[in-house]
């Protein structure tokens, strides 16, 4: 589900494999996610769990990834 909350077209490829680390290497949640985006890239949206999922969506996209299926969920 997209929640409108990240433009994919500003996801590049290098945050794309932050998000990536975060979520899948380092087992982050998309709260968590959200919070270290936010902090890294001086996001409004802090850990708001809806926007962890679409930077989560958004980068899988960017990498060729379905970010419905393993490794992402």
């Not at 994919?8 to 982050?28: L, Y």
């Not at 949640?29 to 959200?34: D, E, I, K």
């Not at 708001?48 to 980068?59: H, I, K, M, P, T």
Request: charged share 20%; proline share 4%.
């Amino acid at each position: 589900m997209k929640h409108n909350l990240v433009d994919p077209e500003t996801i590049t490829t290098e945050m794309a494999v932050q998000i990536r680390t975060w979520r899948v290497r380092e087992g982050f949640s998309w709260r968590a996610v959200a919070q270290a985006a936010s902090e890294l890239w001086g996001s409004e949206y802090g850990s708001n769990q809806l926007y962890g999922e679409d930077l989560c969506v958004a980068a899988a996209r960017v990498l060729g990834e379905n970010p419905h299926q393993e490794p992402w969920n």
